[in-house]
């Protein structure tokens, strides 16, 4: 993750997941970036805290457990997932250009959005959250659980694969060129 932030150009400063919103404001970041990380997260209610305070002050960027952290940050349900998503070849629908991007993936939660999941959707799906309006931007092929979000009006977005692993194609290298 790191040499593909700074393959793009940023100058990267990482700090540990218990940074506060003000510590993190204190250092004047061009973006912010939520990496990857164990667990469910539900019990990193800190950073999320600290999330929900950031939105709309930087653009933010989240990876799997960053994707979650964002989610629960604009108020949005997490779930355990009945059989986790772990190894290389996961299909993922990018909703907005409809290509499928290969993806890697390790993780054991998802983010909930009411009302998507059971069928691709022709369009991505719009959801109200604490922070204005949310689309659904990336849906798994194999299961249709919620691959990524980014927000409509503050420049926030995650996705839940992982896509600095690259297996085989680059597919989806360019979501460190949109951040």
Do not use: W
Request: proline share 8%; net charge negative.
């Amino acid at each position: 993750i790191l040499r593909r932030l700074i393959d793009v150009g940023c100058d990267v400063h990482v700090v540990p997941a218990s940074t506060t919103a003000s510590q993190v404001e204190a250092l004047k970041p061009d973006g912010i970036f939520l990496s990857n990380g164990p667990g469910d997260p539900e019990a990193v209610a800190y950073a999320v805290e600290a999330m929900r305070s950031l939105i709309g002050r930087r653009p933010i960027f989240g990876i799997c457990l960053g994707h979650q952290i964002l989610g629960l940050a604009l108020g949005l349900k997490t779930y355990k997932l009945k059989f986790g998503h772990h190894g290389a070849n996961h299909p993922v629908m990018n909703l907005r250009t409809r290509k499928v991007e290969i993806t890697s993936q390790n993780h054991n939660f998802a983010v909930q959005v009411p009302g998507v999941g059971d069928v691709i959707p022709e369009h991505p799906p719009i959801v109200e959250t604490a922070f204005g309006k949310a689309a659904v931007t990336h849906l798994s092929l194999n299961d249709r659980s919620i691959e990524g979000l980014a927000c409509m009006d503050q420049p926030v977005f995650s996705v839940q694969y992982h896509p600095e692993a690259s297996p085989g194609p680059h597919d989806s290298a360019y979501l460190f060129t949109e951040f």
